[in-house]
Structures are given as C-alpha cells and as structure tokens.
C-alpha cells in the first residue's frame, strides 16, 4: 500500500494532512484530507469524524471553508474528508458533464450497473477501505462519528444508520433526505442502480428508518433560504418517519441561512460538540 503525502500544514496547533493512495473498492487512485488534533498521538489516540461533502467537491471543501479545525483541536477529534467519487481517465462521467452525476457525485453508494459499477464504490471505500488505511496510519480509536453536507449528508444518514455499530452519532447539513422520490437521487440511482426501485430504498435515508428506528441520535441543521429545500432535500420527511418510531432526531431550521458553507461554518461548532457527547 503506498501513501503518499501531498500536503501538509499546521493547523490549530494540530495538522492538516492530504494523501493519495491506491484504492481497490473504487479501482483508481483516490485523495483524502485528514485533520489531526494535538491532542493526537500514539499514547492517546483520538476518535474520528468521517466528513463526507456534497455534489462537485473533493477533499478540499470542508477542510478550507468549514472553520472546523479550532473546535475539533479543541475537543481532540480528528477529521477525515474523502473525496465524493472515483477520480481519473479511466473512470466515466455523466454524458452531459453535469454536476449531479458521474466525477463527483458518487452518492456513497455501490453502483451495480455498467459502466459506473466498475468504478464507482464509495460506500465500500467510506465504510471499509478508507477507516481500515486510516486506522492502521494514524493515532487514531476505532470509534467512528459521520456528518455531511447535502450529498454528503444523505451519504451520512445512510451510512449511519445502516452500520449503527461503527458510528457513535450522525449529524448532517441539507442532507437529500429522501433520494428515490427527489430528482438528483432519482437520476443518480437510475445510472447507477438501475431500473429496480426496490434496490434504491437501501440508499434513502427516509425508507431505512421507516424500516428501524436508529440507536444513534441524529442533529440534521436546515437553512430555510435553501434554494434546493423544497425540491432535492424534504428534512420534514426524514423527521416525520423518525417521529413515528421514536428515533433520537434533532432538526434544526435556521432562518435565513442558504446550502453553502456559510451555513455550515456557522454551526460546525455545534455538530462536534453533539459527536463529542457521544465518544466512550
Ligand atoms: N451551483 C453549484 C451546485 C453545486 C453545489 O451547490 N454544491 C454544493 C453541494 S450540493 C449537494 O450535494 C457544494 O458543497 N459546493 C461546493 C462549495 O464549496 O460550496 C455548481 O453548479 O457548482
């Protein structure tokens, strides 16, 4: 396995660290960013929060605007930010080149259909690959946070929820909460699902927990100046299902706020604060 590192700045008094490696679930060299606290090191090795961005980023997004080094250096948490799908010549895109398909926009999910199953495998790579590298590189525990952004944020929920013995507690920005009835999820999951709807359910966060109440608790913050709310996102979905089976859910919605990282610096704070309630 090689590792290569690309980056490397000091950050809070901790580092900001980015890689490339060689990835067999997604078949092509992928890159991620990785955040370690001060706190961390091989006598004290520190939880991790898996932070998974939304349609056109890669690794840099969150860790440039988010603002959330000062409070993960203070908490003693560290951040790893994959990139949002297989990258490279050989990996296909969306025909038309648009953003909500194809080169970053791999929807953390396993594709089954050609030509995108050859590549595209981000939720083998975000559940397994990359937690099994970052483990055995870094002073880091096994316990797992998740937390996103739109994309991302439908990729926590559903990756959260489907795996409650790896993630202590799942947060999420806009997250698409209910992708087989919206239209990025629809279009995405048509290219890399295929035609059986039924397939698709195992990849929206609203059907999972119409199907179980989660262990974990979830702190989902909404912008209500959001201009993909009402047509991509429907938080109130994810809340009603999570009402009626008792699930822990905290929905938040701020006035004002739009889908940028704006929105996010402004309340990254709160999210490591509620993953730190939940380290052992
Ligand atoms: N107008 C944008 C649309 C893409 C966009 O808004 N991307 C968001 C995530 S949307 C859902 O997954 C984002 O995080 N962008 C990167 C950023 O740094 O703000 C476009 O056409 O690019």
Redesign the pocket.
Known sequence: MTLENLLTNKSFGGWHKQYRHPSQSLNCDMRFAIFLPPQASEKSPVPVLYWL?????TDE?FM??AGAHRIAAELGIAIVAPD?SPRGDDVPDDADRS??FGLG?GFYLNATQSPWNTHYHMYDYVVSELPALIEKTFPVTKQRFISG??????GALTIGLKNPDLYSSITAF?P?CNPTQTP?GQKAFQHYLGDNRESWKDYDACELLKKDKASQAILIDQGLSDD?LEK?LKPERLAAAAQENSTNLTLRQHEGYD???YF?ASFIEDHLCFHNKHRG
Do not use: P, R, V
Request: aromatic share 14%.
């Open positions: 961005s939304g349609l056109t980023c997004n440039q605007k949002t953003y909500d926009a952004h739109s994309m991302g944020g439908h806009s698409i990025w993909f991509e889908h940028s990282y996010i």
